[in-house]
């Protein structure tokens, strides 16, 4: 599975990911997988994916091709974004929208955090979209991750860089999985 967080702090927003794939009882940890990153680089978002290992190659295509402008600024914004994502999910990638059939919305079957100079973003498999104002992370871990980001959130002299890599060293050592290396970074917020 996956663990992705998100962190704001003193004009800097962070995203980390762990790197561990899991497939049944089987795991493939980065060392034996090359292509092992959680995140994909949209603009100026980094966007950090749960969910099965070929959403992150799915979205790189999708947004790599798509010929509709993509603003990941705002709420709004990001909503109509993943609306139209989700047509070309079922269109053209083939997407099993069915998870439960008394969900009242399709599912993108993912979550996924945004980090950019704009603040930090998630998006639930039903397109809720949420700006968050400290934290947040999602995944098989993310209870874990959430501990950690509550307990050292407001530790003086900690980077919002620092407490997300926290946070996702947390979720691999207690969630079997979730595992290291992470890979994270920092982003310049525009206003702070």
């Given at each position: ?147 950690a980001l509550y307990s050292t959130y407001d530790q003086m ?36």
């Amino acid at each position: 599975m996956t663990t992705i967080v998100v962190v704001k702090k003193d004009g800097y927003a962070a995203i980390a990911a762990d790197t561990l794939t899991k497939w049944g009882s089987g795991k493939e940890s980065a060392e034996y997988i090359v292509n092992h990153e959680k995140t994909i680089l949209v603009g100026n978002s980094q966007i950090a994916i749960t969910g099965s290992a070929t959403f992150k190659l799915i979205l790189a295509d999708y947004f790599a091709t798509s010929e509709e402008e993509i603003k990941l600024d705002t709420v709004p914004n990001i909503f109509k974004t993943w609306n139209k994502l989700h047509a070309e999910l079922k269109e053209h990638y083939f997407l099993q929208t069915e998870e439960d059939k008394d969900d009242e919305l399709e599912s993108t079957r993912m979550d996924v955090l945004i980090a950019n100079p704009f603040g930090i973003f998630g998006v639930a498999a039903h397109r809720t979209v949420q700006e968050f104002s400290k934290y947040y992370a999602y995944g098989s871990g993310s209870d874990y991750a959430l501990g950690a980001l509550y307990s050292t959130y407001d530790q003086m002299g900690k980077s919002a860089e620092e407490i997300a890599r926290h946070a996702i060293e947390a979720a691999a050592e207690f969630d079997d999985r979730s595992g290291l290396p992470i890979i994270s970074y920092s982003i310049k917020l525009v206003n702070s």
